[in-house]
């Protein structure tokens, strides 16, 4: 029995080497276009440290979520479940500058829970591609509705903007804060209020 084509195998081998080199390229080019010298010695092993560098801050787009919310039943508990300060790390969509800060996510259980470690897990899976923040926490939210059809679901976000502080208005000292409520926690105000007390709580 024929297990794999060689050829084919080839085939895909050299493609990706060839995406690969136009990844540095690319990486080149953005050298020379700031002023710099591409081919001086301190620059020469950037375009492909550069390019490991974007599977790692980008591996978002290579993930789902529903690839790691596994469900398991709640026994009963129907409080909140929150995982408060995960720390996050992320790129901004319009001038490619880091923002980062951390997320407090949430969730009341509708009869299944999964493990909390999934939460920070989520929050990476789509802080790890360009983003917005306002848009960051939606997404976090939908995923945890869609895929746990909990009661109500929670993301709140505090992060600095490197493009605030790097450029523009150069604000330094600035945190932006969004929210992103779902369910109970967006029509029930004591819901939300005791989601706020549990944050805020030292």
């Known amino acids: 029995m024929k297990f794999f084509d060689k050829d084919n195998t080839d085939l895909v081998r050299n493609a990706v080497e060839a995406q690969n080199q136009q990844h ?7 050298i020379r276009a700031i002023g710099e010298d591409a081919e001086r010695e301190g620059l020469l092993g950037t375009p492909r440290r550069v390019v490991k ?57 509708n ?3 999964i493990g909390i470690s999934k939460l920070a897990r989520l929050v990476d899976i789509y802080a790890k591609r360009l983003q917005i923040q306002e848009r960051l926490g939606e997404q976090v939210t939908d ?3 869609k895929y746990l059809k909990p009661k109500g679901a929670a993301c709140i976000i505090e992060a600095t903007h490197m493009c605030m502080r790097m450029r523009g208005v150069a ?7 969004t929210s992103s409520l779902k369910g109970v926690f967006l029509n029930k105000p004591e819901a939300k209020q005791e989601l706020m007390q549990l944050i805020n709580k030292k």
């Not at 009963?76 to 980062?100: A, N, R, T």
């Not at 604000?171 to 804060?177: A, H, L």
Request: glycine share 6%; charged share 25%; with cysteine.
């Open 53 to 109: 560098m974007w599977d790692e801050i980008y591996k978002g787009y290579k993930q789902k979520p529903e690839d790691i919310l596994t469900t398991f039943d709640a026994d009963g508990y129907d409080q909140i479940v929150l995982l408060k300060d995960i720390e996050l790390y992320s790129m901004c969509e319009h001038h490619m500058l880091p923002f980062f800060g951390k997320a407090h996510v949430a969730y009341i259980p």
């Open 171 to 177: 604000k330094q000292n600035s945190v932006m804060t």
């Open 143 to 145: 995923a945890l509705m």
């Open 111 to 113: 009869g299944r829970v």
């Open 24 to 30: 540095l390229e690319l990486v080149k080019q953005t």
